[in-house]
């Protein structure tokens, strides 16, 4: 289907163009288009009715917000469901039976809450492997240095220097010039086994020390 015939099908659907759109895969978000080879081909069915499967022309993607998708969007730093629960609304009272509603309501955020609880897993494993490589990287020389202009930024505004402009010192006491990324920076923040110095050893900028003692 082309996306003039696409159209005209919704068109014809809602002259209005006031409904919403219910497909399968979720939401729809984006639509984006490509040359018909690029990223697999594309599939459509022609005037006799045969399957095409083609990489010719164009097409254009349609992308989806599944649960998974937007839970992802709104988590953050959120350790419980229960802070973003709120993000999840309602609009079900033309359901005459009150159990009709609550089994709708129970579906849909118990899709959320495992989708939010399988990621929680999924971030706290990396986050760990990531701790252990930068403890490794300490106990062999490395050291770690946060901009202190850090504490200068107003809280809403983009900070990058929580992770981005840190001072990472190797072995041989060598900034690092493309050290400070998240992997490294994160799981210092992160975690409760390291401390914030202002120890004057690089001007301008706080040690973080390990000290598994604190945990």
Known sequence: MTTA??????????????????M???V?????????????????????FNWVKSASGS??????????????????KS????????KFKFELGTY?????????????????????NDMLDIEDGM???QLEEVIEKYNDGWRFYQNKEVDQVPEDEMNYHVYYTWKIVNPEGIVESNGSTP??????????QWTKHDNGVILGYYEWIYTPDNV
């Open 5 to 22: 015939e696409f159209i005209k099908m919704l068109q014809e659907a809602d002259p209005k163009g006031t409904a919403h759109i219910r």
């Open 24 to 26: 399968e895969g979720g």
């Open 28 to 48: 729809p978000h984006a639509a984006i288009l490509k040359p018909g080879y690029y990223d697999g081909p594309y599939s459509y069915i022609d005037e006799d």
């Open 59 to 76: 097409k254009v993607d349609i992308h989806c917000i599944d649960v998974w998708d937007f839970v992802d969007r709104v988590k953050g």
């Open 79 to 86: 350790r419980s469901f229960d802070e973003i629960k709120h």
């Open 96 to 116: 005459v039976y009150p159990e009709q509603i609550k089994e709708r309501e129970d579906a849909l955020l118990e899709e959320a809450e495992k989708a939010f």
């Open 127 to 129: 986050l760990q492997r």
């Open 183 to 192: 992997y490294l920076t994160e799981p210092i923040l992160e975690s409760s």
